[in-house]
């Protein structure tokens, strides 16, 4: 057994738009491939769009978030509700431009078959276009 307490630390921007902070709290040492963070986004703030080769869960636990897919469709969560990116789905999720959001973002990493993990594929930033549509 392992006591962590980990830091806060501010997401790139390189992957996120505004200013969002995430805090690793739990990583798998192998077998296990479970990734866990606590993110928490400013009102605007928002990640790239991205995937997840094997899912993710997000679970939020303050404010009001939102989950974009490319199809269009946006969820709005408050704390409490749990949103299921299922493998393959590109997406983005963030804060609305009102209110802050957190949520605990739960993957496991996929083998890409030479001897490494990757939990998150990262594409382009999410249009101001498409982030105020989803509003």
């Known amino acids: 057994m392992q006591l962590n307490t980990p830091a806060p630390t501010q997401s790139p921007t390189a992957t996120f738009t505004g200013t969002v902070l995430m805090t690793p709290l739990a ?48 969820v709005r969560a408050r704390a409490g509700d749990t949103v299921v990116c299922p493998p393959g789905e590109e997406h983005w999720h963030g804060a609305t431009a009102e209110h802050f959001a957190a949520h605990l973002a739960i993957q496991e990493s996929a083998d890409d078959g030479a001897g490494s993990s990757n939990p998150v594929t990262w594409l382009e930033p999410v249009p101001q276009e498409t982030y105020l549509a989803a509003q």
């Open 27 to 74: 990583t798998g040492v192998e077998p296990s491939r479970l990734g866990v963070a606590h993110v928490r986004f400013t009102p605007g703030a928002r990640t790239y769009w991205h995937v997840h080769p094997l899912g993710q869960v997000l679970h939020v636990t303050e404010g009001v978030a939102l989950v974009g897919t490319r199809d269009g469709s946006v």
